[in-house]
């Protein structure tokens, strides 16, 4: 089965660069697409299929793929993206989600 | 305006059955994949079901046998039928949009619902 990896948490303060990576064999052959979720919200779509952002979603969020490893990049981090974000990723009978990051911006 | 509304969640002993709804309105279910996803306390999303076409239906290996994923076109509602439930099952079950084993589309889990709880204990 899949299985995709993700770091427990990342630190960064206000303005630095945050990058969260995300890894499995599944990487190499399907899309990933990552979303945001902070404390008693539903999940929000961040980036789809690899590298795309969503309309609404800040142009500091950014996603780039290589090998069987992506990564969600959010340039010059705000206190409020603060959350945890999940990758995802899905084959013909398999659909997966990491097990998600807390970003932690202070 | 899209808006998937979840109701049924609620404490249910080991063993019992319970049927989560989707209502949803500013989008087709029959039209669309349509996935349920679940979150227990304080851990991370896990994909439970989806269903698609015409009435196509995968589950997570967690859930086989004991849930089951429906819909009602009529209603515009999405389903699911949780049997045998366990202390495991414990976790806030969101519905959303999207799912296809492609996973190249904007429109796969671009919706999702507030989640609505269930909690599995004596």
């Known amino acids: 089965s899949y299985e995709l990896t993700q770091p427990s948490s990342v630190s960064v303060s206000p303005g630095q660069t945050a990058r969260i990576t995300c890894s499995g064999d599944v990487l190499a052959k399907k899309y990933a697409r990552w979303f945001q979720q902070k404390p008693g919200q539903a999940p929000v779509l961040v980036i789809y299929k690899d590298s795309e952002r969503p309309s609404g979603i800040p142009e500091r969020f950014s996603g780039s793929s290589s090998g069987t490893t992506v990564t969600l990049t959010i340039s010059g981090a705000q206190v409020e993206d603060e959350a945890d974000y999940y990758c995802?990723?899905?084959?013909?009978?398999?659909?997966?989600f990491g097990g998600g990051t807390k970003l932690t911006v202070l | 305006e899209v808006q998937l509304v979840e109701s049924g969640g609620g404490l249910i002993q080991p063993g019992g059955s319970l049927r989560l709804s989707c209502a949803a309105s500013g989008l087709t279910v029959s039209s669309n994949y349509m996935s349920w996803v679940r979150q227990a306390p304080g851990k991370g999303l896990e994909w439970v079901s989806i269903?698609?076409?015409?009435?196509?239906?995968y589950y997570a290996d967690s859930v086989k046998g004991r849930f089951t994923i429906s819909r009602d076109n009529s209603k515009n509602t999405l389903y699911l039928q949780m049997n045998s439930l366990r202390a495991e099952d414990t976790a806030v079950y969101y519905c959303a949009r999207g799912g296809s084993g492609v996973n190249d589309a904007l429109s796969d889990f671009d919706y999702w619902g507030q989640g609505t709880l269930v909690t599995v204990s004596s």
């Open positions: 269903i698609y076409g015409s009435s196509n239906t």
């Open positions: 995802y990723s899905a084959g013909d009978n398999n659909r997966v």
